[in-house]
């Protein structure tokens, strides 16, 4: 069995610390001398452990200081808003862009059968700033998707189109967010190396009237798209464990699936978003240190 390059070591070691925000944006590295003394290696090895963390855009040199850890590029989507990845990042400032990869009627897979027995699928890469930056793969029933036009979806939102072309608009839904190894095709269409970790948000939205508008799933680079959570105190009195709440109940609840994923429905009482939001940062902390160590 081949042996790890000692230059890759040593960028894992120093990856890992970024990873686990031992080391934060600012913080500077050991410096050269230290890593050859503590890994025994020559310079070179470690230049080219520095350089590989460089490319990655984990590390900058800084004049006169050494290496230190470079600001986070990611953006941020709000997990609580019914609202899509390109929406929000637009408002954000972002420059995104949007390629339809797929728009046609498709057998129901199990996970799709509240959509009826006629859907479509729909799938897109979106990418910020010319980067890919999540894979979507989106089920329709197939009165919705049939009046959806490609060149439309290039440029608009889906959910703004369905409510111009239905009269449906997106009123509830649920949410669960896995973190998942990338595997092909879809590290492929990232640009991601197979194994690298990625975050699942998958999803069912119904709209005005309580009936099912979608069913999809997006995989979001996890160096690129980061999720954020609004965290409110908890309410005195309220009991403390996760919530087990029924679907179209009036208080929706945060629940923990067998894989241990963060369920995240689209609002919900003071509690149970502060529940939800520990959930999910813990879960997704621990899935993500699995993948790594497989890597």
Request: aromatic share 2%; charged share 25%; proline share 7%.
């Amino acid at each position: 069995m081949a042996r790890t390059p000692l230059h890759t070591r040593i960028a894992a070691d120093l990856r890992g610390r970024i990873h686990d925000r031992e080391l934060t944006p600012g913080d500077l590295l050991p410096s050269e001398s230290e890593l050859q003394e503590r890994f025994s290696v020559s310079r070179s090895v470690v230049r080219q452990a520095l350089a590989t963390l460089e490319s990655e855009g984990l590390v900058r040199r800084a004049r006169g200081r050494g290496t230190v850890v470079a600001p986070r590029a990611e953006m941020h989507r709000d997990v609580d808003l019914s609202s899509g990845l390109m929406a929000q990042l637009q408002q954000r400032g972002a420059r995104t862009s949007t390629r339809v990869l797929r728009l046609e009627p498709a057998s129901a897979p199990g996970h799709v059968s509240e959509l009826g027995d006629e859907v479509w699928v729909l799938e897109r890469l979106r990418s910020v700033d010319d980067l890919p930056a999540a894979f979507i793969r989106t089920h329709l029933p197939a009165e919705v998707a049939s009046g959806l036009d490609r060149e439309a979806l290039t440029h608009g939102s889906l959910h703004q189109l369905v409510t111009e072309t239905t009269g449906r608009r997106i009123a509830d839904g649920r949410r669960t967010i896995r973190a998942v190894a990338a595997a092909p095709p879809l590290d492929a269409a990232l640009a991601v190396a197979p194994g690298t970790p990625l975050l699942l948000l998958e999803g069912t939205s119904t709209d005005q009237e309580g009936r099912p508008v979608e069913v999809f799933s997006t995989w979001h680079r996890s160096d690129l798209i980061a999720f954020d959570l609004t965290l409110q105190p908890t309410v005195p009195g309220v009991p403390s464990g996760p919530a087990v709440g029924s679907p179209g109940s009036a208080t929706p609840a945060v629940r923990t699936d067998v894989a241990g994923a963060a369920r995240v429905p689209m609002g919900g009482s003071l509690a149970e978003r502060v529940e939800r939001a520990t959930a999910l940062a813990e879960e997704a902390l621990s899935e993500l240190r699995t993948i790594r160590t497989r890597l």
